[in-house]
């Protein structure tokens, strides 16, 4: 049995790294140039410290905040505690939550970034 883990273990991992190849020379061979030397101008980035856990800890979790011109962007929302940690990704319409409800915390984290 405990062997049998292992091989499966390892033929996920292959399959993996197999597929992370293709996806790898897919993309690559398109050769897109990217034009960096605008970015600084059309996005605004934010981090904010927080406790969501009031009994325990300090200010380990944050919200990272990136959002272009029209403050449409993805939040990154990370809750820290002794046992786990958990991470988040939320989409971001013009300052909104996209089709998902957003704490109080992520709410403040845009408005902070967007009057940043």
């Keep these: ?12 991992f292959l399959a993996l790294l197999y597929l992370t190849y293709l996806v790898y020379i897919r993309n690559s061979s398109k ?10 101008n059309n996005l605004k980035i934010g981090l ?7 009994d325990i800890g300090g200010d380990q979790s944050f919200i990272l905040s ?3 011109k029209n403050n449409s962007g993805v939040l ?4 820290h ?8 990704a939320k989409s971001i319409k013009f300052g909104e939550g996209d089709n998902i409800t957003l704490s109080k915390e992520e709410k403040s984290a845009i408005v902070k970034t ?3």
């Design 1 to 12: 049995m405990n062997i049998l883990f292992y091989l499966l273990t390892i033929i996920n």
């Design 31 to 40: 050769n897109k140039a990217v034009d960096l030397s605008n970015l600084d």
């Design 48 to 54: 904010t410290r927080f406790n969501p856990f009031d």
């Design 66 to 68: 990136i959002l272009d």
């Design 76 to 79: 990154i929302t990370s809750l």
């Design 81 to 88: 505690n002794r046992d786990l940690t958990r991470i988040y």
């Design 114 to 116: 967007i009057k940043n």
